[in-house]
């Protein structure tokens, strides 16, 4: 056959797998942006999804500003430390070189916020290319790949989520650069088995059989190390492709083949990787980790060949060569421990690489994957394709027993591995769909095959030259038989895709991100509470080490729950004490018997308001500071996430009881939780307070606060003791967002009969037109004197200080015996902690 008669036969053949590879491309995009109204808000304002997205805005922004520098140190979070880049550099930098390109080096706000949300769409769906490819290397077989991409292209569940318009986060380039990375591994090892490489050949400067096989190896250290840039964990897919040339070296061995293939292959993609991490100034704090993990693999792969040409020359049994793996593997471990802790911590680490506990098990991405529903995740996360899974698993095991291939081997470690690291955290969910993909499909056309169709496929390929040709070859070829086969392919797609497809669209409804409640309560941050100080596209120098950032005196901190702390800083421009970085959540994380570290968790737990400021004051480095002068609470932290907050704790007994009710026994918060700095803010608005005043609240949300209220009037209102100014809470849903101020407080001092009670009370009036009661009592001493410590103002805000909302509509009123008397607090002296006498 010729040439020319070749050509229009090949374009014939893949023809339809471009056109599908294309369609679902499409499919996979247009299912991504649908909920674009969800972003680009009628009012102007761009949403980003989540929290992370916000930090990645903020490091583009900051690199644009600067191009092309990366923010290797922020100031704007974490006060009053500052924070490293956490972030892999090459998201961020990809995406900033991009709309420098595309705004011709001066791009607006508008360019900005286009690209940065389409980005992830565009990533999500481009992830279908090297899932076809790996698909159709693996099984030599162009269909079981263009099926991986339409099922792909509908999958529900994380991949989907985190690839949605608006959700700029790196997880989806994880899983874009690791499939990438293994296409081409895979495409390594089919030609590595072809070309013959090895040591000798090497040594012996033979080096033409490296050409054929040197691009792909070249291609896959490069996406390796594109990937180590890309997230700083990525050394788990380093360490999935060691496993794998590990067992590859068994199964070789075994069956007395040379490993030297699979050594070189190894050595010559962890070397790439190396120099392309070697060579990036910061990475998330885990640059010496990868390089570590790197070089390893660089001598032992060696080794292991080593060690099987050791053995196949002394004619050793073959069974003793993966016992004296283990061996080694064992006593390397050993010598670690006492002749390098810091290699033995590496080494330990990989088997809990994911693992997290006490707080850190709050964290919904981090979480194990069956704790979030059992079973039913699979569906959740993979529709049927998340069951059928596990059939191509095993299909694929049978294959690999029956006729091993270094492709298929591969396939089958890279799966169980991320299956592994997903039974971990959730998350990695996104990752295992890839896999879910490939073998739900390498499934359906084995059955499909198994009744008819691999014949038909056949066929077409021998006697099919041009399209012309097509109906009279189904005329003459299509029997009963094989029509059956394409109608159960037909059948097992549909069952895949379908509902795929509408799992999908439920997803497509909202893009997450901060509520109308955050947003316009960040906002209000923004406009309404003094400037700390610092440019917040400043390239911060970054401290010496030992050393602290050097704040400007006019620096503060917003003390909130971690989940918000990306929203403070990046639309509110303001320094969060805590972030999603779960930096400055403080707590425990191992044992009860740890100090309670200061941070945000046990600021907000904590039983009074002495316990809480001392809180403040411990994070703050220096001891005339405290850390946060403003505190922004939600609702959710008051109900479903405080357990969150104790969680960090270690200590959540005694917050919520077992309650017998009309219903039954429920779980109800109890008094210790009404207790807490958060209930005492959220829900009674700060009132007995003395240095906490409320300054803002947004409008109400329908939420459980009312449930919480009814709890504490029927259960614990009598418990209280007498001077206790909480009283009875009105049954109603209040701001969804509060934002309070800390302050020194006036202090307001008389005197009055020796022993008296005293009271002071006035109504405070909201934002949201909302009023209730802030009161103090307290009892004179012998001499008839009494104090009180009042935060708020009632004569209005000040030029250069919070522009509040939440004020006095009267003034104070100070009662004892049949004697009342009127006081005003200026908003000097609340600020000055002044004193004004009665």
């Known amino acids: 056959m010729t040439a020319e008669s ?17 369609i679902s491309f499409l499919v996979a995009l247009h299912i991504r942006t649908l909920p674009k109204a969800g972003v680009f808000l009628s009012n102007g304002f761009v949403r ?17 500003h600067h191009f092309p520098n990366m923010l290797w140190f922020d100031a704007y979070t974490h006060y009053p430390f500052g924070t490293d880049q956490v ?11 991009v709309i420098w390109v595309l705004g011709g080096g001066n791009p607006d706000q508008d360019l900005i916020y286009n690209v940065s949300a389409y980005y992830p769409a565009f990533l999500g769906a481009l992830v279908l290319v090297p899932t076809y490819y790996a698909a159709k290397w693996v099984f030599d077989d162009r269909r079981v790949g263009l099926l991986s991409v339409f099922i792909l292209a509908v999958l529900p569940g994380q991949f989907l989520s985190r690839s949605m318009i608006g959700f700029n986060d790196h997880h989806i380039a994880e899983t874009l650069l690791s499939t990438v990375t293994a296409m081409f591994f895979i495409m390594a090892l089919n030609k590595a088995g072809k070309y013959e490489i090895s040591f000798e050949k090497i040594k012996n400067k033979d080096f033409a059989s490296l050409k054929g096989i040197l691009p792909y190896l070249l291609l896959t250290g490069i996406f390796l190390g594109a ?8 050394l788990f897919f380093a360490f999935i492709l060691g496993a794998y040339i590990t067992v590859q070296h068994v199964l070789d061995h075994m069956k007395g083949k040379p490993t030297d293939y699979v050594a070189i292959s190894g050595m010559f993609i962890f070397a790439v990787a190396f120099f392309i991490v070697m060579l990036t100034p910061h990475l998330g704090g885990t640059k010496s980790l990868h390089m570590k993990g ?5 001598f032992a792969f060696p080794i292991l060949t080593g060690i099987s040409v050791f053995m196949n020359n002394r004619k050793l049994p073959k069974y003793y060569y993966p016992f004296t793996l283990g061996v080694l593997f064992v006593a390397g471990i050993g010598l670690a421990k006492i002749i390098s802790p810091s290699i033995f911590a590496l080494i330990m680490s990989v088997f809990s690489y994911f693992l997290r506990t006490g707080g850190a098990l709050t964290i919904a991405e981090a979480s194990p994957f069956f704790s979030r529903g059992g079973l039913e995740q699979l569906y959740v996360q993979f529709a049927y394709a998340g069951y059928v899974v596990f059939l191509g698993l095993a299909l694929l095991v049978y294959e690999i027993y029956k006729r091993n291939g270094q492709e298929k081997s591969f396939l089958l470690i890279w799966t169980l591995m991320i299956f592994w690291a997903m039974l971990q955290q959730n998350r990695f969910a996104y990752y295992f769909s890839v896999n879910v993909a490939i073998l739900s499909a390498y499934f359906a056309i084995w059955i499909a095959d198994s009744v008819g169709l691999k014949s038909l496929s056949e066929d077409f390929k021998a006697k099919v030259k041009t399209i012309a040709e097509v109906p009279d070859f189904l005329k003459k070829n299509l029997d009963a038989k094989k029509a059956f086969s394409i109608v159960v392919l037909l059948v097992s797609a549909l069952v895949l895709i ?5 799992a999908a669209m439920e997803y497509t409804k909202g893009t997450g991100g901060p509520n109308g409640p955050w947003i316009e309560a960040t906002l209000w941050l923004n406009s309404n509470t003094p400037d700390p100080g610092l440019d917040f596209y400043e390239n911060y120098e970054i401290p010496a080490d030992g050393e602290l950032y050097s704040y400007p005196d006019s620096a503060y901190g917003v003390m909130s729950w971690w989940d918000y702390g990306h929203w403070i800083e990046v639309i509110g421009r303001r320094i969060p004490n805590a972030n999603p970085f779960q930096q400055g959540v403080g707590g425990r994380r191992n044992s009860l018997e740890e100090p309670n570290r200061p941070g945000a968790s046990t600021f907000f737990t904590a039983q009074s308001e002495e316990e809480a400021t001392a809180v403040l004051e411990a994070i703050h480095p220096d001891p005339d500071k405290v850390a946060a002068r403003y505190v922004v609470s939600d609702v959710e932290m008051a109900t479903g996430k405080f357990y969150a907050m104790t969680a960090w704790t270690l200590d959540s007994e005694g917050y919520y009881e077992s309650t017998f009710t009309g219903n039954g026994y429920q779980t109800l918060p109890a008094l210790r939780y009404y207790n807490s700095m958060e209930a005492r803010l959220h829900l009674f608005d700060g009132t007995g307070l003395e240095q906490y005043r409320l300054v803002h609240e947004t409008w109400a949300g329908q939420t459980a606060e009312m449930g919480y209220k009814q709890v504490f009037n029927y259960l614990y209102l009598t418990q209280l003791a007498a001077d206790d100014p909480r009283g009875k809470l009105a049954e109603e849903d209040t701001g969804y967002v509060k934002i309070f101020e800390y302050v020194k407080g006036a202090k307001i001092s008389g005197t009055a009969s020796p022993n008296e009670k005293v009271m002071i009370n006035t109504i405070i009036m909201t934002g949201q037109g909302r009023d209730f009661e802030y009161s103090q009592s307290t009892t004179a001493d012998a001499e008839g004197r009494y104090e009180f410590t009042v935060p708020y103002s009632t004569e209005g805000p000040i030029s250069g200080e919070t522009q509040f909302d939440t004020a006095p509509i009267r003034p104070y009123l100070v009662s004892y015996g049949s004697t009342t008397k009127e006081v005003g607090v200026s908003e000097e002296a609340v600020l000055n902690g002044e004193e004004i006498k009665v």
Do not use: C
């Open 294 to 298: 790197l070089l390893a693999g660089i």
């Open 227 to 234: 990937y180590a840039l890309a997230w700083k964990g990525a």
């Open 6 to 22: 070749k050509s229009p036969k090949k374009l014939l053949e893949s023809l339809p797998y471009f056109v599908g590879i294309i």
């Open 498 to 502: 379908v509902p795929s497809y509408g």
């Open 48 to 64: 980003f999804g989540g929290n992370d997205p916000w930090y990645h805005l903020r490091n583009v922004e900051s690199i644009l």
């Open 87 to 97: 972030f892999a550099p090459l998201f961020d930098m990809f995406l900033a070189s």
